[in-house]
C-alpha cells in the first residue's frame, strides 16, 4: 500500500459544487485537495449553462428580429454562426482551458491534483500514485455524464452529446435531436433559428414530460413555428450512419438528419469511484446522500452526483451545507467554537460566520453552534430557455394528485393579460398554479412566456415560504407586467 499524505479534506470532483466547497474549506485555513480529471468548474461553464444561454441569447436576438416585421415596419435577417462560436469559444470556455479555474482554486489556498481521484479505504483517496489521507473527510462532487440509451448500432456512430453540440463551428444542414427534454428543446430551437433543419424525436407522450402539459404544449407550439418537427411516442430501435447521415429507425418509420444529437439524460458512474472500499453500493444511478449531504461517514456528497436535480443552483446550494457541516463537524471533534470563523448557510444562504456569545451570526440569522442547515427542496425552482422560457417549482398538478393532497388549480393565459397583449409577438405563455386546499398554500407553479424564468422567482418566494394564499390574493401586483397574469391565476384558484 502506498504512502498516504495526510490533508484536512479531500475533494473529489471541483465541478460547481466541488469547487466552491473546496475554496471555501481552503479559505478558511483548512488543508483541502482538489482532485479533477476534466475542467475544473465542470459541465456549466464549458458546456451547460454559460455556453448553451450564449447560444439561446443569439438565436433569441435572430427571432425578434424577425419579430419586427410585426410590430415595427420590417427588417432583413442575415445567419451566421461564426461570432456565436467566437463568443463562446473566447469568452465562455477559453477555448475549453481552465487555467482561469484551477488559478482562483489555488488562490484560496487549495492544492490542485488534476487525475481520477478514487477512495481507497475509509478517509482515504488515491489518485494515480498518490494517497492523500483526509483528516476530517472527503467530499465527492464528480457530477454525471451523458446517459446513453442501448440503442441497437447507436455506439458504433459518431453521435454528439451536448458537448459537441456546443463546441460546433460549423453549423449542419440537418440535425435529428433524441430527446425532447430541457437541453433537447433547447438545443433543437436554436439550430432551427440558425436555418438548421431539426426533428425531435421523443419516447414520451409529450416534450418537456416532466414538467405540466400546458407548458409542453405551448413549446411544442413554438418550436414547430420554428421550423422544428416533433414526433412524440416514437422510441427509437436502431441507428445507422452511411458516412454521411444518420438514419433513426422506430418500427416502420425513419428519421434521417446530417448529424445526430443524443440528449436522453445523465447519470452517475459510481463505479468508478472506489465506493465499494467503503461500504457503498455502487450499482445505483445517483449515490444517495441524507438532508446534511451524508452518503456515509466521514463521506459528503454535492452536486449532480446525488441525484436531487442536475442545475447549478441545487449544486451551490448543497455546497453551502456542506460547508456548514464538515465546519461544524470540525468544531464537534475539536470540542470548541466554530473552527473557523468563515462561512456557513442558514436555508442554503451563504453568510459570514462568527462565534459571538456562543452563537454564530449569518447576515441576521442566528443559529447555535453545531446547528447546520438540513436541504429542503420543495421550492426548488427550475427553468428551461426555449422561447417562450419554462419556470417551474415545486409540485406538478399531477404530482400533487398522486401524493393524494386536495388540489386547488389556477390558470390564466399569458396573452390574455395587459402586458401580453402588448407584447404581442412572441407572447405565448401562462400562469399555472397548484394549492393545497386543506392547507391553503402554493405547492407548486409553473410560469411560461418570454421572461418566464424571471416572473417564477415570485412563486419560488411563495412555496418556499408557505405564504397563505390569501395573503398572495390580497398582495399589490405592479401594472402592466407579465407577473401580474399570478393575481388572475390566483383569482381562477379552484
Not at 489521507?133 to 456512430?157: F, H, K, N, Q
Amino acid at each position: 500500500m502506498a504512502e498516504s499524505e495526510l490533508v484536512d479534506v479531500v475533494v473529489v470532483g471541483l465541478g460547481v459544487g466541488g469547487e466552491e466547497v473546496a475554496g471555501r474549506l481552503a479559505e478558511a485555513g483548512l488543508t483541502v485537495v482538489g482532485i479533477e480529471r476534466d475542467l475544473v468548474g465542470g459541465e456549466c461553464p464549458y458546456w451547460g449553462c454559460i455556453p448553451s444561454k450564449m447560444m439561446i441569447r443569439a438565436a433569441n436576438a435572430l427571432a425578434e428580429a424577425r419579430r419586427v416585421n410585426e410590430l415595427a415596419g420590417s427588417a432583413e435577417v442575415r445567419l451566421d454562426w461564426a461570432p456565436v462560436a467566437k463568443r463562446i469559444r473566447e469568452e465562455a470556455t477559453d477555448t475549453w482551458d481552465d487555467r482561469v479555474a484551477v488559478d482562483r482554486f489555488t488562490g484560496r489556498g487549495g492544492r490542485f491534483v488534476r487525475g481520477s481521484g478514487r477512495l481507497d479505504g475509509p478517509n482515504r483517496v488515491r489518485v494515480g500514485d498518490q494517497v492523500f489521507e483526509a483528516r476530517y473527510g472527503v467530499v465527492l462532487g464528480t457530477g454525471t455524464r451523458p446517459s446513453v440509451p442501448p440503442i441497437d448500432g447507436l455506439a458504433d456512430t459518431p453521435y454528439w452529446t451536448n458537448h459537441q453540440a456546443i463546441e460546433v463551428e460549423e453549423l449542419p444542414a440537418s440535425l435529428l435531436v433524441l430527446g425532447g427534454g430541457a437541453i433537447g428543446l433547447e438545443l433543437a430551437q436554436v439550430f432551427a433559428r440558425f436555418g438548421v433543419r431539426v426533428t425531435v424525436v421523443e419516447a414520451a407522450d409529450r416534450v418537456l414530460a416532466v414538467e405540466e402539459p400546458e407548458a409542453s404544449e405551448i413549446v411544442a407550439g413554438a418550436l414547430r413555428a420554428d421550423g422544428v418537427e416533433i414526433h412524440t411516442g416514437v422510441k427509437a430501435e436502431r441507428v445507422a450512419h452511411d458516412g454521411t447521415s444518420f438514419t433513426v429507425h422506430a418500427g416502420d418509420r425513419a428519421f434521417s438528419g446530417e448529424k445526430l444529437l443524443v440528449v436522453t439524460g445523465r447519470r452517475a458512474h459510481l463505479e468508478e469511484l472506489g465506493l465499494d472500499s467503503v461500504g457503498i453500493d455502487c450499482t445505483q444511478r445517483y449515490l444517495p446522500v441524507n438532508g446534511r449531504m451524508h452518503a456515509a461517514d466521514g463521506i459528503w456528497a454535492v452536486g449532480d452526483l446525488t441525484g436531487e436535480g442536475a442545475f447549478t443552483h441545487i449544486a451551490m446550494y448543497q455546497a453551502g451545507i456542506v460547508v456548514a457541516d464538515v465546519l461544524d463537524h470540525i468544531r464537534r471533534l475539536k470540542g470548541g467554537p466554530d473552527a473557523s470563523g468563515t462561512a456557513s448557510v442558514v436555508g442554503g444562504a451563504a453568510g459570514v460566520v462568527s462565534a459571538v456569545g456562543g452563537a454564530m451570526s449569518t447576515g441576521g440569522s442566528t443559529v447555535a453552534p453545531g446547528s447546520v442547515p438540513v436541504a429542503d427542496y420543495r421550492a426548488l425552482p427550475r427553468v428551461t430557455f426555449t422561447d417562450p422560457e419554462v419556470g417551474a417549482v415545486g409540485l406538478t398538478e399531477q404530482q400533487a394528485r398522486a401524493r393524494g393532497i386536495n388540489v386547488q388549480v389556477g390558470c390564466t393565459d399569458l396573452t390574455s393579460s395587459t402586458r401580453g397583449w402588448i407584447h404581442k409577438a412572441g407572447n405565448a405563455g401562462l400562469i399555472k398554479l397548484v394549492a393545497d386546499a386543506d392547507h391553503g398554500v402554493l405547492i407548486g407553479a409553473t410560469s411560461v412566456g418570454p421572461a418566464g424564468g424571471e416572473v417564477l422567482s415570485a412563486l419560488v418566494v411563495a412555496v418556499h415560504a408557505a405564504v397563505p394564499v390569501s395573503q398572495l390574493r390580497h398582495m399589490i401586483y405592479a401594472y402592466p407586467t407579465f407577473h401580474r397574469a399570478i393575481e388572475d391565476a390566483l383569482r381562477n384558484l379552484k
